[in-house]
């Protein structure tokens, strides 16, 4: 049996997520999962580095510290695992997104986080940087999980839309039995600028259970001019990230509303979350069905607006198709470093705008 090993730290920047997974025909089976906290005072670096407060040398050692923690993550995985790192035929680690900027003369995707430094701790060879190769052919480098989505969960008879609730919600869109294309970009903030205002307004780095937000209303006046972003309405592909939606951001669209109470709009955050996601989902299915991961899975004030917003169309998680919400991406980024290990595409052209398929990927032999 193959096992690979998969590695993703998300725009909430809490910690290393790590999952050791095999896979079979369009199936996979998890053998082990690990979570390693960020110290605090990385996070607190990494979070300074994404608003623009990073030198050259301050950038070389994140890029190292953040290998360091990713490597301390699988060689953790898989000392408490039954498997052995010989057993591992390769690592994907996603590495730790400080900008996205897929657009312009000179696009690029910063994710730091030294693949050396994984593959010299665990002797597996391991495939960082997936977005480079997209973006040079021409895509945005992002979302890169709509083709795992697709191996996954496609359905004959079921059109299903999968939504990441990460620090940025995004869609796949996989019409029944693969008879029109794939639709998958970024829809705007999920949980992004809901944890942006809750630290600075709590020193909490997240709503827990959206407690927050339901003591506050939301406020349809600050909800209209945070939906009159251009990114809304602009056609995919797209994609976007903290570069965009920030701190910042919330406090230019309050100068306006200096009444509002921290919990109203914590409510609203929340509240254009939901609306920017339903604006966006595919409407011209009557055979529908919405699965949702990543963290926001787990705030239940925001699954049920979801939920309420969605009417008919059933809503779950994607532990309704047998692969736990938590574990999604870092699972996307081991088949991913399947594919380049075998020399195959792990890019969706038609998701990205790239001109053609590409192998993903650099390569850090064991």
Known sequence: MSYWLGL?????????????????????????????????????????????????????ELDTLVGQHFARTASELIAHSDISAPEIS???SHGQTLRHQPSGNAPFSMQIGSAAFIAEATGVTTVSDFRSRDIAAGGQGAPLVPAFHRWLFECEEQDRC?????????????????????????????????DAWCLDQTGRHYDEHGLLAAEGSSNEKLLASMLSDAYFTNPAPKSTGKERFNLDWIHTHLQRFPELSP?????TLLQLTVTTILQQLPQESSNMAVYACGGGTFNPLLMNELRL?????????????????????????????????????????????????RILGAIYPA
Do not use: C
């Not at 996989?174 to 794939?182: C, M, Q, S």
């Open 8 to 60: 993703m730290s998300g725009t909430s920047m809490d910690s290393v997520d790590a999952v050791l997974v095999s896979f079979k025909s369009q199936s996979l089976t998890i053998h082990a999962t690990h979570s390693l906290a960020y110290p605090d005072n990385l996070r607190h670096r990494l979070l300074m580095a994404t608003r623009d407060h990073g030198s050259p040398d301050e950038l070389g």
């Open 90 to 92: 390769g690592i994907g």
């Open 162 to 194: 999968i939504l990441n609730l990460g620090g940025i919600a995004n869609i796949t869109w996989l019409p029944a039995g693969n008879r029109k294309p794939i639709i998958g970009f970024d829809t705007g903030p999920a949980n992004a600028l809901l």
């Open 263 to 267: 919990a109203d709009v914590q409510r």
């Open 309 to 357: 917003g969605l009417g008919s169309v059933a809503l779950a998680t994607t532990a309704d198709l047998g692969l736990d919400p938590q574990w999604v991406e870092p699972v996307a980024f081991a088949w991913l470093a399947r594919q380049t290990l075998q020399n195959l595409p792990g890019n969706v052209p038609e998701v990205t705008g790239a001109s053609g398929e």
